[in-house]
């Protein structure tokens, strides 16, 4: 089985960008649209997400999947170079591996979903990590623990969710994403989950990045683009 690699890519602009001539930014834009669009050409998937005004320092987030790291490092170099790229920096970047949890013998669509099907308005993704005393639990006590942490999840099965294994590659333990066209059930779901045992063996699960799903040019125009940009 293929491995498939995830990376939460959040990029933010700089300011003086919006205060370019207007052929500049609507040539910038365009180049910088067909940068990620080409994503494909080297079998990488790219989501465009908007972060404008709801994260410090970030504006855009690029969800994207692909067979290797190699594939998502050459897919962020293009995007950085390429255009509006180039007024772009990295405000945050997690990344992980897609593998088979140990808690679950036949995981769900909502638990592994990998995104496949329509995208749902909402993405929120973030790094989490567990303690050194979680992974010295025995197998035994630790599925009893992730067996109710799953329970109180499947409530809410409008909510999908990924994990993705980001040791040795990230500064965290996993990549964690859940999508959803209702964001407030959402808070619901979190506000849930603190109150079951799993959390005791939480050391870090932000920054969250909440992202609106939307098409490129969309995008760019809420950037400051002028209107005939792609």
Do not use: C
């Not at 320092?57 to 897919?75: K, N």
């Not at 932000?206 to 125009?221: K, N």
């Amino acid at each position: 089985m293929t491995d498939t690699y995830v990376q939460a890519l959040a990029l933010g602009l700089d300011p003086t960008w919006r205060r370019l001539p207007d052929e500049e930014r609507e040539a910038s834009s365009d180049e910088f649209a067909r940068a990620v669009a080409a994503d494909g050409d080297d079998g990488v998937r790219t989501y465009t997400y908007s972060t404008i005004g709801l994260q410090s320092g970030s504006d855009v987030l690029l969800w994207r999947l692909a067979e290797s790291v190699d594939a998502l490092e050459e897919a962020g170099a293009r995007t950085l170079r390429s255009g509006l790229g180039r007024w772009l920096f990295v405000r945050e970047s997690f990344i992980g591996v897609l593998k088979p949890t140990q808690y679950v013998t036949t995981p769900t669509e909502q638990e592994q979903s990998a995104f496949g099907g329509e995208r749902s308005r909402y993405l929120v993704v973030y790094p989490f990590t567990k303690s050194s005393e979680w992974y010295l639990l025995g197998r035994e006590a630790r599925q009893g623990i992730m067996n109710e942490h799953m329970k109180v999840g499947r409530q809410w099965p409008a909510i999908r969710q990924l994990l993705a294994y980001s040791f040795g590659m990230d500064d965290n333990d996993f990549l964690v994403a859940y999508e959803m066209d209702d964001l407030p059930s959402f808070g619901d779901l979190v506000r849930a989950l603190r109150g079951t045992e799993s959390r005791r063996s939480t050391v870090r699960d932000t920054p969250i990045l909440t992202a609106i799903h939307r098409p490129m040019d969309e995008i760019l125009r809420l950037l400051g683009a002028p209107e005939g940009a792609s």
